[in-house]
């Protein structure tokens, strides 16, 4: 088994400017996400925001062997049934679109990877539900991110939301490692049996994002080579944040504090050798 790094305090200490900016840029990316903005718009907002902080996107050059060419946006913009790697493209944002904006960006040195979903101006409950679905599995997965629990603990709570809401999950894409770089070991899928998989360890950093479709597990891929959509058409919702394990439980490094979900310890995290 790959092994999984463990990072000292001081460089969780250090990817928090990093998670906090991530959080800050997404937030501002979802308030501005009314109707009649272009998805254009947004990723131009975000690129400003890279630049001025000196951070560099994790996207923009990406290009993985799924990936038909270099990714070229700073965003990934997934609307209504497009779940995963929405690349921006040329559409305006219509009351009721469900837009999933996930963002990752290197600052400092380290990656920070964040993923919210939002309906534009009102829209269908059954889609507050499914974002809300998210959103809970992915609480119910960083309540598994501390020591002594095992990475099938993270899986499990995910799928057990999903299962609770009556979404099947697709194992093919989902949570990761995250440290000097955006995809590291181990990849986390959004189901799996509680008590299996490595021992977390404080130090650990991961990504944990559940994403659910509303009436499917099967994706197809988008004539641009990059957008996965749900093979029957219907939407889909994607909630993501960079979590640190550490003594103390789950640090949160992308959480908004707008948005407190989770707790996170103050003071020493007692992490390190
Ligand atoms: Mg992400």
Redesign the pocket.
Known sequence: MARISRHRLADIEAMRPSGTFVADVLQELLDAATPGVNLLELDALAHERIDSAGATSCYIDYHPSFGARPFGKVL?TSVNDAALHGLPRDYTLREGDLLSV???VELGGWVA???RSTVVGHGQPEDHTLIAATEEALLAGIDQARPGARLGDIQAAIGRVASEYGYSVNTDFGGHGVGRT?HEEPSIPNDGEPGSGPLLKPGMVF?I?PWFMHSTDELVVDPDGWTLRSADGSRAAHS?HTVAITPAGPLVLTEHPARREVSPPHGSLGVGE
Do not use: G
């Open positions: 990934c996930d963002f990752a990877d964040s993923a955006m990504a994002e993501e």
